[in-house]
C-alpha cells in the first residue's frame, strides 16, 4: 500500500513548490523495491538545469527565483567568486541581486519582440564564478499575456460586387493577425448584423476555404447600392481584446462570371538562396465570359504585404510568380502569398487564392565561435584540469547544417571539454614549463555537417605567467682571487653574476655576504659585495704577513615569493709587497740591536770568521731574500776583511800587519730582493790586540756564553729539521693544487697582483737569510696554519 500527498504552494505567479509526502504499508521487501525507484525519481528531477519563468511586461524588480540557493551557492561567496550573468541578444533584461541571491526582472520583456511568434520563448543564462571557474546554465521561460489586440490589415476594406452574383457565392477577406500565440491568439469573428451577407470562419489557415463573406440574399442596386458591415475579431484572451476593419460594399451591374483559379491553395518548395529570376510556379486561371469580359490579368492582392512583393513578382499575362529578391532560410521559413485573378469587364470581377512557398535549408552559414570568457595569463604551476576560457559555438542553419563538431589544434597540453551543447572549455591536460615555452598559440575549429561543410576557427594566445622555480646559477662552484697587499680601501677585487632562469622580479638577483668570524673580526670588516652589480670590494688594505688566504661565500638571491638563492666560493690570496725592510737580530745578551763589537788577535791568518750578522725580513720569496755586503772605507782604503754574501760572517781577507789600524769601524749592509730592495745597515766594531789578552777576554767571555750558544746551537737543528718537512709538506700540497686548477686560469683582483719571484738561499745552505714567521691562512674551515716557505739553491 502506498499513498502519497501532495501540498501545493503559490510563491508567486511564477514559479510553485510541490511538497510531496510518501507513506506505505505492507512488509520489508516492498519497502526495498520502492526505495531504489524514489531515490531514482528525485535524482532525475534535480540533474536538469534549472528553469524559472516570467509573464512577459513584468513590472521591475518581479522575483524571478533564487537562483544562488538552485545553484548550490552560498551568499557569502558570490562577491569573492566574482559571480556574474550573461546571455545572449540583451543582457538587461534579468539581473542578479548579489546581497540575497536572488533573481529579479530588471527591464521591459516584451515576448513578441524578443521571439516572435515562436510557441516557445526564453532567455538562456549563462551564471559564470570563479575560484574555481564554473558555469551553470539557467532557462527562463518568458509566459505571453494578452497584451496585443488583432489587427487586421486595413482600417477599411471596399469591396465591388455585382448585383448579378449568385446566392452563396464568397468573397474572400483578409484576416487579423495578434501577436500573442497560443488561445492569446485564437481569433473569433462576427459580422454586424445585416440581411444580406453571413461570415464564414476557418478553422485553420490552411482550410480551403478562407475567411470571407457568403451573399445570402440577391442584391440589389438600385435599391441598396451601397452598403456598410463592420467586421470584429476577438481574440481568446482574459481580458480579451478586439479589433474591428469596416466593409464599404459597392454593388455593381456588368460581368456576371469571376475568373477562377484551377487550385485554392498552391504549395511549393523553394531552396534558398536561388538566383534572381528562378521560376516559382506558374498559375492557372479562366473566366468562361467571352471577350474583354473573359481577359484576366493576375496579381497580387492588395493586402500582401511589402516584403513579399520585394521578393517575388507575378506575370499579369502568364500568371508565372518568379524571385526578384534574395531567399534566406534564416529570415524566414515559409511565405504565404495571396494571388488574385482580374477579369477586363466593365466591371471586372476577381477570383483568389494561396500560394505557400516553402523555403529549403541550404549550408550557407558557417559556425560561428565566441569567446565568453578568458582567465589568462595562466600560471605554470597550475593544475591539470583547470579552466582557461570558456567557448560557445552557433551555427545559423538547421538540421545537419547546423550540428557542429569542434576541434583544437595542438592538443598538447590543453584539451575541449563539452559542458553543454555547443558549450566547451578549454582545460589544461598536462604540466607547464613557462622556461621551456613562454607562451602557446592555439586554434579552435568548429565545422558543421553539411555538404560541404562549412566551418570557422578562431586563435587564443594563452601566456604562462612565471612563478619562482628556479634559483640563481653560477657558473663555477668556486673562484680563485689574487690581490696584492696594500690595496686601497674599497678596492674593487672582483665580480660575482648569477643567471636566473625566471623572469621580472623572479630573475631580479640581489649578492650579499655569507657572514662569518675571520678570526677574532667579522668577515663584513675584511671585504663587502655590491648587492645588485655583485662586485667584491675589499674594506681595508689586505697584509699578507697577517692574512695570506682569505676563503669566504656569497650568496645570490632571486626577488620571488618564497625567495631562492645559492652560495658560490671566493679564495683571495693575498700577493706580497716588498713593504718590510731587513731587521737585524741581536749578536748576544748585552749587546745593542745593529751594534756588534770583536776582539781580533794580530796573530790571525786570512779566512778567520771575526764576526756574524743576522737579520731577518717579515716579507716572504724574493722580498724575504737577503744578501750582505760590506760598505767600503772612506779613503779608499783596502779593508782586510770582507763579509759572506748570503751568510753575514765577518772574516779576514790577508793577514794582519802593523799598517792596519788597530781599531776598525766595519759598516754591513743587509739588503732584500724586493722592488724597490730595502736595506738595513749593521755595524761591526773591530779591535786589534795581541794573543794573550784576546784569549782573556775570550775565557771571561766564553764562560758565560757557553750555555746559552750550546743551547741556541740544539734550538737551531731542531729548527732546521722542521723547516725542512714542513716546507717539503707545502710544497707538495702547492703541486697538487696547481694541479687541479690548472684548467681554470687564475682571476686578478683590479688592484693588480705582483709577477711572481723565485727566491733562493745562498750555495752554502744557510737559513740566516729567512725568518720563521706564523702566517694566518683564512679559510671556512679550521683555525689559523702556519706556512714555512723554503726555497732550493740547486735552481737557476
Known amino acids: ?192 448584423p445585416n440581411e444580406y451577407f453571413s461570415l464564414t470562419v476557418p478553422i485553420n489557415e490552411e482550410q480551403v476555404k478562407p475567411l470571407g463573406l457568403v451573399l445570402q440574399k440577391s442584391l440589389d442596386r438600385e435599391e441598396a447600392p451601397e452598403l456598410y458591415l463592420v467586421l470584429t475579431a476577438t481574440d481568446g484572451g482574459k481580458p480579451e481584446q478586439t479589433g474591428t476593419v469596416q466593409l464599404l460594399i459597392t454593388v455593381l451591374d456588368a460581368n456576371d462570371n469571376a475568373p477562377t483559379f484551377d487550385r485554392t491553395l498552391y504549395k511549393v518548395k523553394l531552396p534558398e538562396n536561388v538566383s534572381k529570376g528562378t521560376l516559382v510556379i506558374k498559375l492557372n486561371a479562366s473566366d468562361l465570359d467571352e471577350g474583354l469580359n473573359g481577359d484576366i490579368i493576375y496579381s497580387f492582392s492588395s493586402d500582401v504585404s511589402p516584403d513579399i512583393k520585394s521578393k517575388f513578382h507575378i506575370d499579369p499575362i502568364t500568371g508565372e510568380i518568379t524571385v526578384i529578391g534574395h531567399i534566406d532560410f534564416e529570415e524566414s521559413k515559409a511565405y504565404k502569398v495571396r494571388v488574385q485573378v482580374t477579369d477586363q469587364g466593365a466591371l471586372p470581377l476577381s477570383g483568389h487564392s494561396t500560394v505557400l512557398v516553402d523555403v529549403v535549408d541550404a549550408n550557407d552559414n558557417a559556425p560561428e565561435l565566441t569567446i565568453t570568457s578568458l582567465s589568462l595569463p595562466i600560471s605554470e604551476d597550475a593544475q591539470p584540469g583547470t579552466v582557461i576560457t570558456l567557448i560557445s559555438v552557433s551555427d545559423r542553419d538547421s538540421g545537419a547544417n547546423g550540428q557542429v563538431t569542434s576541434t583544437l589544434t595542438p592538443k598538447v597540453p590543453f584539451k575541449l571539454v563539452s559542458t553543454f551543447k555547443n558549450h566547451y572549455s578549454l582545460v589544461l591536460e598536462s604540466p607547464l614549463d613557462r622556461e621551456s615555452l613562454s607562451a602557446y598559440d592555439l586554434v579552435v575549429t568548429a565545422q558543421d555537417r553539411g555538404s560541404p561543410s562549412l566551418s570557422a576557427t578562431v586563435s587564443l594566445s594563452v601566456e604562462v605567467a612565471d612563478v619562482n622555480d628556479n634559483a640563481p646559477a653560477f657558473e663555477q662552484p668556486e673562484y680563485t682571487v689574487f690581490v696584492k697587499e696594500n690595496n686601497p680601501p674599497g678596492c674593487h677585487i672582483f665580480t660575482v653574476s648569477a643567471h636566473d632562469a625566471d623572469t621580472q622580479e623572479n630573475a631580479l638577483v640581489s649578492y650579499s655576504l655569507v657572514e662569518r668570524r675571520v678570526g677574532e673580526r667579522a668577515l663584513s670588516s675584511y671585504v663587502s659585495v655590491h648587492a645588485e652589480s655583485g662586485k667584491v670590494y675589499a674594506l681595508q688594505p689586505l697584509d699578507h704577513e697577517e692574512l695570506e688566504l682569505l676563503q669566504f661565500q656569497v650568496s645570490a638571491r632571486d626577488s620571488g615569493f618564497p625567495p631562492l638563492g645559492s652560495n658560490v666560493t671566493l679564495q683571495v690570496f693575498v700577493l706580497d709587497e716588498n713593504d718590510n725592510a731587513p731587521a737585524l737580530l741581536p749578536p748576544g745578551s748585552g749587546s745593542v740591536s745593529g751594534s756588534v763589537s770583536e776582539l781580533v788577535p794580530w796573530s790571525v791568518g786570512a779566512g778567520h770568521v771575526v764576526a756574524k750578522v743576522r737579520a731577518v725580513d717579515a716579507d716572504s720569496g724574493y722580498n724575504a731574500w737577503l744578501s750582505y755586503e760590506l760598505q767600503p772605507a772612506s779613503g779608499g782604503e783596502r779593508s782586510p776583511f770582507r763579509v759572506g754574501l748570503y751568510t753575514g760572517e765577518v772574516s779576514t781577507t790577508r793577514a794582519l800587519d802593523e799598517a792596519d789600524a788597530p781599531r776598525q769601524r766595519l759598516l754591513v749592509v743587509v739588503k732584500d730582493h724586493g722592488e724597490p730592495p730595502l736595506a738595513a745597515t749593521a755595524t761591526v766594531l773591530v779591535s786589534l790586540v795581541e794573543s794573550g789578552q784576546a784569549l782573556k777576554t775570550s775565557s771571561q767571555t766564553s764562560a758565560g756564553a757557553r750555555g746559552p750558544e750550546a743551547a741556541l746551537l740544539d734550538v737551531n737543528v731542531y729548527l732546521i729539521i722542521a723547516i725542512c718537512a714542513v716546507s717539503s709538506l707545502l710544497v707538495l700540497t702547492l703541486l697538487l693544487y696547481t694541479a687541479l686548477r690548472c684548467s681554470v686560469p687564475p682571476t686578478e683582483g683590479a688592484c693588480g697582483p705582483g709577477k711572481p719571484t723565485l727566491v733562493c738561499s745562498s750555495a752554502a745552505g744557510s737559513w740566516s737569510c729567512s725568518q720563521q714567521r706564523r702566517q694566518r691562512v683564512c679559510s671556512g674551515e679550521g683555525p689559523p696554519k702556519t706556512d714555512l716557505m723554503a726555497f732550493s739553491p740547486s735552481l737557476p
Open 1 to 192: 500500500k502506498i499513498s502519497l500527498d501532495v501540498e501545493k504552494r503559490s510563491l508567486n505567479q511564477n514559479n510553485t513548490v510541490l511538497t510531496m509526502r510518501f507513506s506505505w504499508g505492507g512488509g520489508l521487501g516492498t519497502r526495498r523495491l520502492l526505495l531504489p525507484l524514489l531515490l531514482l525519481a528525485a535524482w532525475e528531477a534535480g540533474s536538469g538545469q534549472v528553469h524559472y519563468s516570467v509573464p512577459e511586461e513584468a513590472k521591475h524588480g518581479t522575483f524571478v527565483g533564487r537562483i544562488a540557493q538552485d545553484l548550490g551557492l552560498e551568499l557569502a561567496e558570490l562577491v569573492p567568486r566574482l559571480f556574474r550573468v550573461a546571455s545572449k541578444g540583451r543582457a538587461d533584461l534579468l539581473e542578479v541581486n548579489l546581497q540575497n541571491g536572488i533573481l529579479f526582472v530588471n527591464s521591459r520583456i516584451d515576448r513578441e519582440e524578443l521571439c516572435g511568434r515562436s510557441a516557445v520563448c526564453s532567455i538562456h543564462l549563462e551564471v559564470i564564478v570563479d575560484k574555481p571557474l564554473q558555469v551553470f546554465h539557467v532557462e527562463v521561460e518568458v509566459k505571453d499575456i494578452n497584451d496585443n489586440p488583432p489587427v487586421f490589415p486595413a482600417t477599411q476594406k471596399n469591396l465591388f460586387i455585382p448585383e448579378s452574383r449568385l446566392l452563396d457565392s464568397r468573397f474572400p477577406l483578409e484576416g487579423a493577425s495578434d501577436a500573442d500565440i497560443g488561445t492569446n491568439a485564437q481569433l473569433t469573428y462576427r459580422l454586424s
